[in-house]
């Protein structure tokens, strides 16, 4: 009985192997090279896959600006901004009224280079959707991209208006500076740093725009803000070691220009809203 029970055991565990072996089975496709079946489902060629679907959802749905939609987010996933902005440009077509379809398309344009097409597509997005603060902040950011400081201003001040982020006020901050409005500026850098504390680089930009104003104690302040949050930062240091020579011999030859951590205060994806 107890060599029966065994061979039993046996027979049981040799059916789980040889389960377990055929889910591992090697995949031998068309060119000859085999593959194994263990990473087949990757990212890549997860989105991969979603993208054709979505495609044949598209031919199947001529008419559905949500398949096109789709379709268009998740080339954009991929890293294809050039390929999604046809799809975009599709479902806008369809969904002329809504401001969110002309948002999207802009910001397909943007990535893919198309800066003058980005920058029709958010206007045409504001105009639908005027309470929107991401489209407003979208537009902000395209105009100062293309370094139109004056026309990025009111985009920005609107954003603020409507959704009060640190992003929205950073941005508006840098363009201040930009404008050489620099009460402005440190007063939008106040609000960035009352709501993003641990932001290095409008400490240091506030602490510019003092030195601009002429208080360099308060400059002096926010440099070693920023110096604690980014000792190894450059620009803080050299910001920091000026203004402190400044004080200590207020007497000597006048500072060197000032100089800002990040000139340009865009968002870092097509895709950031404040």
Not at 105 to 125: E, N, S, V
Not at 187 to 198: E, N
Not at 248 to 253: E, I
Request: proline content about 7%; overall charge positive.
């Amino acid at each position: 009985m107890e060599r029966a029970s065994t061979r039993s055991l046996l027979a049981r565990s040799l059916a789980i192997l040889i389960a377990l072996f055929s889910s591992l089975a090697l995949v031998v496709p068309r060119g000859g090279a085999t593959t194994s079946t263990l990473g087949s489902s990757s990212p890549e060629r997860a989105l991969a896959q979603k993208i054709e679907l979505l495609r044949e959802e598209t031919r199947s749905a001529p008419n559905s600006a949500d398949a096109w939609r789709r379709l268009g987010e998740a080339l954009l996933l991929g890293g294809k901004p050039s390929e999604a902005i046809s799809p975009l440009r599709k479902a806008a077509s369809l969904e002329r009224r809504n401001g969110d379809a002309w948002l999207r398309l802009g910001r397909a344009y943007a990535a893919a280079g198309f800066r003058k097409h980005a920058l029709d597509a958010y206007h045409r997005a504001v105009k639908l959707h005027p309470l929107d603060p991401a489209a407003w902040f979208a537009l902000g950011a395209e105009e100062e991209h293309l370094n139109h400081h004056a026309k990025a201003l009111p985009p920005f001040e609107k954003a603020c208006r409507l959704a009060p982020s640190s992003t929205a006020w950073f941005n508006l901050a840098v363009v201040y500076g930009e404008l050489n409005r620099f009460s402005e500026a440190a007063s939008a850098y106040r609000k960035t740093l009352a709501k993003d504390p641990g932001n290095a680089e409008a400490w240091n930009n506030l602490g510019a725009a003092y030195e601009k104003l002429g208080r360099p104690h308060d400059a002096l302040q926010a440099f070693s803000r920023a110096f604690l949050l980014q000792p190894n930062n450059p620009t803080v240091v050299q910001n920091l070691t000026r203004v402190g020579a400044q004080l200590r011999a207020p007497l000597k030859a006048a500072p060197s220009s000032v100089r800002l951590a990040q000139p340009v205060g865009r968002s870092k994806t097509v895709t950031q809203s404040p």
